[in-house]
């Protein structure tokens, strides 16, 4: 073979083997070799403990700093792919959170969506985003408080969310799972409350909008694989036939409407004085002194009903007997059972739609 010859088949075969990994990443879909979390107490696995030196929620009654009576699904989760996957997972969800920022003179604490994303990408702006896996499930805290104009709260709430979801695509994200709201009025504080159906209202609506901002992601990134884990129905289905669920995961839960933690919970019991919060501060690591602290407190149901069973149990209140067989732990939070079984749904969603390196 002349010399001529074999170096233009050594470059044909240079520019194949360059030229094949593009074709390959374009036909493939994205993979993700970790998982980014942003949500609120029902996702947070610790850190709002740790962010306000072990105020909330304390433990005992609660579990190591998650609003639960043991771990909750991101535990579940995290275990299991590292163990099966090798893969890590980041949790930046705080209880209290909101996705919009009301002020805390309304009676909500200052801890959003944006300024979690922010704190993440502080420290990873730099790092390729297109091989991790975004979870966001959060939103309920913007609406607990109930509104004069559903339908513009619900929009902006949202929008939020779909700029956030952007925000990260441009920095090269091309996973995204979204996990809409279970019915805020449904829980033992909705049923109680005299709003309790524009809290229902605030969720169908946030359902429906969040429904057709996910299709629109679809339509419009053809690269990007986001869908939306329904979690509304799963907890309606729970709510309705428990029994379901009790044979698919050998569970027990017998109880869907009241809690575990069932002392003394009225409207009137959320009004806590600042006078009656007496708790010791570390290092100056709260953001706030103790009487900013417990009107905040006062003002945020999913704050002030952990600081109720907190409360209590500090009085000799003691919780059922049988936790594993309710579907509330408080008057907001889910069991430890029940984060198990939305661990392994949400597991099982992402290994059939999702695909890890």
């Known amino acids: 073979m002349k010399y001529s010859t074999f170096k233009f088949y050594l470059t044909q075969l240079c520019l194949i083997v360059l030229i094949f990994p593009l074709f390959a990443r374009a036909d493939s879909p994205p993979t993700f070799n970790k998982i980014v979390i942003f949500g609120d107490s029902l996702t947070d696995n610790g850190n709002l403990f740790l962010h306000d030196a072990g105020i909330l929620p304390k433990s005992p009654p609660y579990f190591n700093g998650r609003f639960s009576n043991g771990d909750v699904w991101t535990d579940s989760l995290d275990l299991y792919f590292q163990a099966k996957r090798h893969i890590v997972s980041e949790n930046y969800a705080l209880g209290g959170e909101t996705v919009?920022?009301?002020?805390?003179?309304?009676?909500?604490?200052?801890?959003?969506?944006?300024?979690?994303?922010?704190?993440?990408?502080?420290?990873?702006?730099?790092?390729?985003?297109?091989?991790?896996?975004?979870?966001?499930?959060?939103?309920?805290?913007?609406?607990?408080?109930?509104?004069?104009?559903?339908?513009?709260?619900?929009t902006n709430v949202v929008n939020q969310i779909s700029d956030t979801i952007q925000h990260l695509i441009d920095l090269g994200a091309e996973n995204f799972l979204v996990i809409n709201l279970p019915d805020v009025a449904a829980t033992p504080y909705g049923r109680i409350q005299e709003k309790r159906e524009v809290l229902a209202t605030l969720t169908r609506l946030h359902n429906k909008k969040l429904s057709s901002a996910i299709l629109k992601f679809q339509r419009d990134h053809k690269n990007l694989i986001i869908h939306e884990f329904d979690m509304n129905h799963f907890f309606v289905e729970l709510m309705e036939k428990p029994d379901t669920y009790n044979k698919q995961f050998n569970v027990?839960?017998?109880?869907?409407?009241?809690?575990?933690?069932?002392?003394?919970?009225?409207?009137?019991?959320?009004?806590?004085?600042?006078?009656?919060?007496?708790?010791?501060?570390?290092?100056?690591?709260?953001?706030?002194?103790?009487?900013?602290?417990?009107?905040?407190?006062?003002?945020?149901?999913?704050?002030?009903?952990?600081?109720?069973?907190?409360?209590?149990?500090?009085?000799?209140?003691?919780?059922?007997?049988?936790?594993?067989?309710?579907?509330?732990?408080?008057?907001?939070?889910?069991?430890?059972?029940?984060?198990?079984?939305?661990?392994?749904?949400?597991?099982?969603?992402?290994?059939?739609?999702?695909?890890?390196q």
């Not at 499930?137 to 559903?150: F, H, K, P, R, S």
């Not at 509330?328 to 198990?340: G, L, N, Q, S, Y």
């Open 252 to 356: 027990n839960i017998t109880d869907t409407q009241s809690s575990c933690w069932n002392g003394g919970y009225t409207l009137h019991a959320l009004a806590i004085r600042p006078e009656e919060v007496n708790i010791p501060f570390a290092n100056g690591r709260v953001d706030f002194d103790r009487d900013q602290l417990a009107a905040l407190i006062s003002k945020v149901p999913d704050l002030a009903v952990v600081y109720r069973a907190m409360e209590s149990y500090s009085l000799g209140l003691i919780a059922c007997e049988n936790p594993d067989e309710f579907v509330f732990w408080d008057h907001v939070h889910p069991t430890r059972v029940v984060h198990k079984i939305i661990s392994n749904l949400i597991i099982d969603y992402i290994n059939q739609y999702y695909h890890a």
């Open 100 to 154: 919009i920022y009301h002020s805390p003179i309304e009676g909500f604490v200052p801890y959003t969506l944006s300024a979690s994303v922010q704190g993440y990408l502080f420290s990873a702006y730099f790092q390729d985003k297109s091989h991790v896996l975004y979870i966001i499930w959060i939103g309920a805290n913007d609406y607990v408080e109930g509104a004069t104009d559903l339908d513009q709260l619900s």
